[in-house]
């Protein structure tokens, strides 16, 4: 997953994976075993067509000579598929007795910063979603040929900005992404990043709902996927 799964500039403690996971263990009364791939920037692939096999890199691309880095730290390689088809599992792990898997994907593809861009149509943040979001579908199903026991939550994102925001902490943000710094604080602007972020989320959410549906029905295993939208509400953003 991307910088949501890893719970970037969370305590370890607040991290979404280590929430679930106590939360399991106190629920099951046993051992929960935790292994995360996921960090800062993740993009869902770096090419298209065919997935590449069972423990191989994409062949073109960024994939290529990259370095990973700390989570903290954006960067889009490794991949989603990459931590799935290449990364996963984790020394020791068995994957036939791996029993859920928790994974996101897509907004680092579509790009935060054209969201965030008030210059952005809301229009072409739901195209762009929605065929960025739609590559989930294949990784998913990698997943399952990786984990074949193991159920799969994916989650869904929350907007960015609302109109209850305080846009002071995302000022540079804004700027970076085309805004004039004088216009930042203005109402209409705030308007438009709320539009987009409701544009991206909406978008999302069916795009990756629709790929939970397509992975059930093309596995044969009904409820392997369970798309699971981000319940904030604009107080949230």
């Known amino acids: 997953g991307d910088e949501i799964r890893w719970g970037e500039e969370l305590a370890e403690t607040a991290k979404l994976t280590v929430v679930s996971a106590d939360?399991?263990?106190t629920a099951?009364?046993?051992e929960v075993k935790l292994s995360s791939f996921a960090h800062?920037?993740?993009?869902v692939r770096n090419a298209a067509g065919a997935v590449p096999p069972l423990g191989q890199q994409e062949p073109t691309g960024f994939?290529?000579?990259r370095v990973?880095?700390?989570g903290e730290i954006p960067n889009g390689y490794p991949t989603i598929l990459h931590q799935i088809n290449v990364q996963a599992p984790a020394a020791g792990v068995n994957a036939r007795e791996v029993d859920l898997l928790l994974i996101d994907g897509c907004i680092n593809d579509v790009s935060v910063m054209t969201i965030l861009n008030p210059f952005t149509p809301?229009?072409?943040?739901r195209a762009s979603t929605q065929s960025k979001c739609a590559a989930l579908t294949e990784v998913l199903l990698r997943a399952h040929e990786v984990f074949p026991n193991a159920l799969i939550v994916l989650t869904?994102?929350?907007p960015i900005v609302s109109m209850r925001s305080d846009l002071t902490a995302l000022a540079a943000l804004v700027v970076a992404s085309g805004a004039l710094p004088a216009l930042v604080a203005a109402p209409a602007?705030?308007?438009a990043l709320a539009n987009n972020s409701l544009a991206f989320v909406g978008a999302s959410n069916a795009a990756l709902a629709a790929a939970a549906n397509q992975v059930n029905a093309r596995s044969g295993v009904p409820g392997l996927v369970s798309f699971v939208p981000a319940p904030f509400s604009d107080l949230n953003a």
Request: charged share 10%.
């Open 122 to 125: 809301p229009d072409q943040i």
């Open 23 to 25: 939360g399991l263990r």
């Open 189 to 191: 602007t705030q308007q």
């Open 68 to 70: 990973i880095t700390p």
């Open 156 to 158: 869904g994102y929350y």
């Open 40 to 43: 800062a920037g993740a993009v």
């Open 63 to 65: 994939d290529q000579g």
């Open 28 to 30: 099951l009364g046993g």
